[in-house]
């Protein structure tokens, strides 16, 4: 009959001798082997009737208590007595603790799947088991090739982006031994998470990596959510020429208040002849020029433009130059909003004709962008695709490796990244957790009553 400590101890193949406090308030173990199948020869399967010897060892398991327990496990030498078996004897051992283990399975398991499921650290994961570094680096990949092998789930929406690595320190010097960016393939509708990562961000980096999915997932997606990147448009349309390309509108935005603060600091150097400065009114007025127009209030809508347009030339360059940049924020706000294609032509015209007619380098140069990427800027006005996921992960990655403090090894890292992100889908987030996460990263407005539903694309254009 089993003890009340064996059950304790939940170790399947040895069975509580006794157990003795030590000065230290830890606990000692004495386990004995309690399977039957420790007898068999490792190397015949045999099993031994004769007793060699016996032996002692001290395997280390999880930590249990503030102390934790130190194992003694009595066990005996078999002779094997078959005579072609190339061994003589042999020791008794479990699937938990093989022979000449010092830690047992579930410890090494416990180790790799801290780091896999948990998001911890290697070096936070062997304080808490109070292991060292090395092993517990071992143990990882043995568990995280299960989330490299699992097969990837039906994606309707691809995201391709690309993150910077750190770069390698080599004899001293900072030298790059690695291609420093790494694209990134991601379930940008569902919650499948990284679905995987090349090293580069060519065309063929790219295909390499598509070649690399079954047929049938390659045929199951319809969108592919990009920056505006050339090279990626062209890979989509080699490997996935029936998935239809989307631009993420936040680069779009994010082109437009670049060429704002371009027209901003050029027409300031001509005018001005020189850099800006604190005192000038188009200075202090930089960041809200990139603000947008309904998150700021009459008084410092007013508070901005009236110093602006008081100096003349520089207020009217930096007045067309703002007007462009929330008329295409007006385009974008189609998105997903039913508009028919008369809305949106019409849209777009009153963009490119004020373009057109402003006599500024900048805004003509984002018009033409604009123009030969208007096929996917209409596909997402269409869809209402993003790359927000993308971009999201692109975070969660680079704080792993600032936890991380930077890897060599580039392997490591898409092993890593690719774990960590894939937690939501293998079931290792709560709903509540995420939930309360949610609530504190997304800010009031867009999780307004649906009168105000507009504010949820606040980011996208402003209000008419």
């Not at 390698?168 to 790494?182: A, F, I, M, P, S």
């Not at 927000?388 to 890593?416: D, H, T």
Request: a positive charge; hydrophobic letters at 40%; proline letters at 5%.
């Amino acid at each position: 009959m089993v003890n009340d400590t064996t059950l304790l101890l939940d170790l399947d193949g040895v069975s509580v001798i006794r157990v003795e406090r030590c000065e230290d308030g830890g606990h000692r173990v004495h386990l004995a082997t309690a399977d039957v199948s420790a007898r068999a020869c490792p190397a015949c399967g045999v099993f031994a009737s004769r007793v060699k010897g016996s032996a002692t060892t001290r395997p280390r398991d999880l930590p249990y208590g503030e102390r934790g327990l130190e194992f003694f496990w009595h066990k005996r030498r078999w002779f094997c007595r078959e005579p072609t078996c190339p061994r003589a004897s042999f020791t008794e051992q479990i699937p938990q603790i093989p022979a000449g283990a010092r830690l047992t399975g579930r410890l090494r398991s416990t180790a790799g799947h801290r780091i896999r499921d948990a998001g911890s650290t290697v070096i936070q994961a062997a304080r808490d088991l109070r292991l060292s570094w090395p092993t517990v680096m071992d143990a990882f990949p043995a568990v995280a090739h299960e989330v490299v092998e699992a097969p990837l789930p039906e994606v309707g929406v691809l995201g391709i982006d690309e993150t910077r690595r750190e770069q390698d320190l080599e004899t001293g010097k900072w030298q790059l031994v690695r291609d420093r960016w790494h694209t990134g393939f991601v379930d940008a509708l569902g919650v499948g998470g990284l679905l995987g990562q090349v090293e580069g961000r060519t065309v063929a980096d790219v295909l390499a990596w598509l070649s690399t999915t079954p047929l049938t997932s390659r045929n199951n997606i319809r969108h592919v959510a990009i920056d505006m990147s050339a090279t990626y448009r062209a890979a989509i349309r080699t490997g996935l020429p029936n998935a239809v390309v989307v631009v993420d509108h936040f680069h779009i935005v994010q082109l437009a208040n670049k060429m704002l603060s371009l027209v901003r600091r050029r027409t300031t150097a001509e005018i001005r002849g020189r850099r800006g400065r604190a005192t000038d009114p188009e200075w202090k007025a930089r960041r809200r020029l990139l603000r947008n127009r309904e998150d700021l209030t009459d008084e410092q809508f007013a508070k901005m433009w009236n110093p602006l347009l008081a100096e003349g030339k520089i207020g009217r360059t930096l007045l067309t130059a703002w007007i462009a940049k929330e008329s295409l924020r007006n385009l974008l706000a189609l998105a997903r909003t039913g508009a028919n294609r008369h809305q949106v032509d019409h849209a777009r015209w009153k963009f490119l004709t004020w373009c057109a007619d402003a006599d500024i380098p900048e805004v003509r140069t984002l018009a033409t962008t604009v123009d030969r990427w208007w096929p996917e800027i209409a596909a997402f006005i269409d869809s209402g695709h993003s790359n927000a996921k993308s971009e999201g992960i692109n975070r969660v990655i680079k704080l792993v490796a600032r936890a991380a403090f930077g890897f060599r090894n580039a392997a490591n890292q898409r092993l890593r990244t690719r774990c960590v992100t894939t937690r939501r889908a293998r079931g290792h987030l709560r709903t509540a957790h995420l939930r309360r996460s949610a609530n504190r990263a997304i800010p009031a407005s867009v999780v307004a009553p649906p009168r105000t539903a507009s504010r949820r694309r606040a980011s996208m254009a402003p209000s008419r």
